[in-house]
């Protein structure tokens, strides 16, 4: 449950706790988790890998909440991935281990805190890229008297982050094996740009060719004597392909737990695709001025607005009633013949739901009609 | 300054405060605050308001915070406009007074919210306009033992909110009469599309339009026996046309306190885009192994996209040199023979202000290359 002396607001909502319709009675606009589709999500996904024979390290980036994260690794998870070392911060402080910060850190002080976790957590990683990140990590290690997991992050198209080349990953790898307090985990390969490729086909191939460097990678680590114990990657979209494939030993999904209208577009009818929206914004009517449509207290701060406008999640409205009105206002269009009065109720799938949630201090955690409790969000904001 | 005992995260930054440098060794992203720059634009804007004549009331959806309220009211502002309720109240809470909320409230529970506010207040009033926001209202502000300050919120010419028609605004001035805890205070207008109008004489022209139909409707209240001493509306972009027209007794400036790409874009040299940048988002450099570009550590969850990329802040950059890459990451193309390593720092002029600093919990406030402070945004997510 939210530390209500720390947000006092949430309190009237919070009294309703377990009454029926208090789902429609919470302060708007609030962000909604559908306990029962993400608990269906949790157990499907942990299913899928579990047959795959894939260790499961789901991404925290898109909930950032310790509420989800016990809940998967509960399920069989082994823990979680993080994007940035503030969200592992948040929450290793709320409970969490079992931690695999994804991207590439860099500074002195972001390597001191990094030590300071993996000496806090029981199993906890970092990936590289550069001799640099090394030297850092290995020096904060060192004062901190730890060995810090390290995962060399190999560059599999996106040219994003990643060591770009074989030559290169084998030095890094050269590199590590001359630090004291660093030890080399494994490899991670990471195609963003891969979750939300329209068709199952599009999405297998881009995999297929993104892995083999991967498994090249990893191959050359190991002639050269390195144990490779983890590779790492994949997302919702390509969970299929990964397991299919046989290259990776873990994967990293992230949105299945809530699935978005990007997701759905991408995935359609796939077995990638077969999760549950649970994750609404709901928003309040709050003119009705205009004919043909009222305006409701969510705009563009109530989403994410790099994948289009939201869907309404329910009938009558139509998937594009909704458009946006400025910072704070939106427009949702009515069906001929239909009227609705202030105050009255309507919720939202995120076009994105990553950085949707990370606009929310709180998930509003629901069951049917009935606010079930409102929990913390402990890794939003914590993105540094 | 924060508390720190809430965000101990900050720590490491905090303790480097005031030391040369200091600015560029924060933790990232970070939302950078140059303290002088935000000075002279709140300056500028009560100058230039003294000198129209003009009641100035700046609108802190912009900013969300007392730290920036508190200088703005110093420098003569009247108070602030908040979007939201739940703005309202955490802004009261950190001591700020004389709230005007810009958005029509729903529901009893929020009318109850607002009495309560307008009994903690000198000066808080709030826009209706429908019938039934006055009726829950006015069994709120009776329940409480308050008289509530309201304001007519006319429609412009947005249909966002607003009363749509001059018979509706005396209808629901009357209604207002029958309220014995509610009492009028004057009318609000606002034209929110004509603020980001590229060119000075297409932004005049519309506002003019937009205006006439608030003066007509003040007129009609006024012929009907209602004192209307609040004739309030306008933005940054539209401030030249409004204090030119007269019609407006009072003004809502929120970003001229910013300034961001958009507003850059819109009014060039006019004397409504004479204020200074003082927002940025800075960045680190978390990877080099591309040619000609590296990657930062700030994505789509670290900037507003309902405007476009951000540009960088200075040289050597292109305006258009980043380019988002996910979530977590963002891509900075390199002028040529150009390196950096990593951990260096790039700073960002984010797309459009306000909802860019919905998505921090904290300004690092900063003059020339020091870190002079870090303060919190109390409204940030409470738009509930």
Same mark, same amino acid.
């Given at each position: ?25 919470? +302060? ?44 998967? *690794? ?21 409970? *969490?281990?079992?931690?695999? *910060? ?115 990678? +990893? ?28 290259? &990776? ?50 705009? &563009? ?34 069906? +001929? ?10 919720? &939202? ?36």
């Amino acid at each position: 449950m939210i530390d209500i002396q720390r947000a006092p607001h949430l309190a009237p909502s919070l009294a309703e706790r377990g009454q029926p319709g208090s789902r429609f009675r919470v +302060a708007t606009p609030a962000l909604i988790l559908d306990i029962d589709a993400l608990d269906r999500n949790i157990a499907l996904m942990a299913e899928r890998a579990k047959r795959a024979g894939l260790k499961l390290r789901p991404h925290a980036k898109s909930h950032k909440s310790s509420f989800i994260a016990r809940r998967q *690794i509960a399920a069989g998870a082994a823990g979680v991935c993080c994007a940035k070392l503030g969200e592992a911060e948040a929450l290793a402080e709320a409970g *969490i281990d079992g931690i695999l *910060i994804t991207s590439p850190l860099a500074g002195g002080t972001t390597a001191r805190r990094a030590a300071a976790l993996s000496k806090r957590l029981t199993d906890f990683a970092v990936v590289v890229d550069h001799a640099d990140q090394v030297r850092e990590l290995e020096a904060a290690a060192g004062a901190a008297g730890t060995r810090l997991k390290v995962v060399i992050d190999i560059d599999v198209g996106l040219h994003r982050t990643g060591v770009p080349d074989m030559q290169g990953a084998v030095a890094l790898m050269q590199r590590i094996g001359t630090a004291e307090h660093l030890a080399l985990n494994g490899v991670q390969g990471y195609g963003g740009s891969w979750q939300h490729m329209k068709g199952r086909e599009a999405r297998y191939a881009a995999v297929e060719q993104g892995v083999a460097i991967l498994a090249t990678a +990893a191959k050359s680590l190991k002639a050269q004597g390195a144990a490779v114990a983890q590779i790492t990657g994949g997302g919702t979209g390509t969970f299929g392909a990964d397991a299919a494939l046989g290259i &990776l030993n873990e994967v990293q999904p992230g949105s299945y737990v809530f699935m978005d209208a990007q997701y759905r577009d991408a995935l359609g009818d796939d077995a990638d695709g077969a999760f549950e929206q649970s994750l609404f914004v709901q928003s309040s009517v709050i003119s009705i001025n205009q004919p043909g449509s009222v305006t409701v207290d969510a705009g &563009l701060k109530a989403f994410a607005t790099d994948a289009g406008p939201p869907r309404p999640a329910t009938a009558p409205f139509a998937p594009d009633a909704y458009a946006f009105r400025g910072d704070e206002h939106g427009r949702v269009m009515l069906p +001929a013949g239909h009227a609705l009065a202030i105050g009255q109720r309507i919720e &939202l799938v995120p076009p994105h739901c990553d950085p949707n949630v990370d606009k929310y201090d709180v998930y509003h955690v629901v069951s049917g009609d009935k606010l079930v409790d409102i929990v913390a969000i402990e890794a939003r904001g914590r993105s540094q």
